[in-house]
């Protein structure tokens, strides 16, 4: 039951901001989790087409370091995770998740391929397609706007940052003003957009953080992801710091300023994560964010601390 104590429309506990959970509880209504897969794709900024090397903080494994097997057919992973899934949550439902690397980097005949045993397959509740702003030409999207007839689908892009000179200095490959081209592209289509942002890159401030939240709260989109930057071993950034170090943010200072955040995005955009998973034995810093679940109840109590909740302070600026 819902705290008399929390303002917050979109929430059926303490938290004070649109979880992911809240969202597929109320569409689906049941627990659905998300099946990591990767479908071994690659990426314009890693094979030369717009860069070499990909971003400078991604893995080897193309930021899908918790997906599958790629060794393995898609459809296998899926049904491996699934099983692992259900140990946890016996009764729930699997959202497929194409998470590694680029997934609309390919011939359409190839992702029809690869999505469409997913797309016909009816115990999947939705799937999720990562990917990047510059690998969504007009086919692929009106492919993947077919697909909406027949489950949810959500496209999730890779923004970061929303700073040009920023997405420039970590090898991002593409601008904001190529990101926006694609928003409004998809805005005219049934499918969900997710974009991801990144606290903590280097040279920006906790107020660059902020404004990006706050831009693309002002977007046609669905829902956010939020994380802290890791620093792995054997990435170019990873490397640099160990060579010489630099400033990163604190616990403290993430989680003042994802509370920041949450406070200028409006309250119906959900917000899929507050922070991320880095596999431990690969983390060079900070080793703060393996401590996950802590973080998400700090962000919880700052929030109740301050009396604040998700879009409050869009709320203000109208009753000024």
């Not at 970061?160 to 990101?179: K, L, S, W």
């Not at 401030?205 to 956010?224: D, N, R, Y």
């Not at 890791?230 to 509370?259: C, W």
Request: glycine share 4%; charged share 25%; hydrophobic share 40%.
């Amino acid at each position: 039951m819902k705290q008399k104590t929390n303002p917050f429309p979109y929430s059926d506990d303490n938290k004070r901001y649109h979880t992911w959970n809240y969202y597929l509880k109320h569409r689906f209504h049941k627990k659905v989790f998300k099946v990591a897969l990767n479908a071994d794709f690659s990426c314009p900024n890693r094979d030369g087409k717009c860069g070499v090397g990909g971003c400078t903080f991604c893995s080897s494994l193309g930021s899908g370091d918790m997906a599958g097997n790629a060794k393995e057919d898609c459809m296998q992973q899926f049904e491996k995770g699934i099983e692992i899934m259900r140990r946890k949550w016996p009764n729930g439902e699997a959202m497929a998740y194409f998470q590694a690397y680029t997934n609309t980097y390919a011939p359409l005949s190839v992702l029809k391929q690869t999505f469409e045993p997913f797309v016909q397959r009816e115990d999947i509740k939705a799937i999720a397609i990562a990917t990047r702003a510059d690998c969504l030409e007009d086919d692929v999207i009106d492919y993947l706007q077919s697909c909406t007839a027949h489950k949810e689908i959500w496209i999730e892009l890779g923004l970061q940052t929303i700073h040009n000179e920023t997405a420039m200095a970590v090898n991002r490959g593409h601008t904001y003003e190529c990101f926006l081209d694609t928003i409004q592209r998809l805005a005219r289509t049934d499918l969900k957009i997710c974009v991801h942002l990144m606290n903590s890159l280097p040279h920006e401030t906790s107020e660059m953080m902020i404004e990006s939240a706050k831009a693309i709260g002002q977007l046609p989109i669905h829902a956010v992801k939020i994380h802290m930057l890791h620093l792995l071993k054997n990435t170019r950034m990873g490397n640099d710091y160990l060579k010489q170090p630099f400033a990163m943010m604190s616990r403290e200072e993430y989680i003042h300023t994802v509370v920041e955040q949450l406070m200028v995005l409006p309250k119906e955009i959900v917000i899929q994560r507050l922070t991320g998973d880095g596999v431990l034995s690969d983390l060079i810093a900070p080793m703060w964010t393996v401590r996950k679940v802590t973080i998400l109840n700090d962000i919880d109590k700052e929030m109740a601390r301050r009396n604040v909740w998700q879009g409050c302070a869009l709320e203000s600026e109208i009753t000024r």
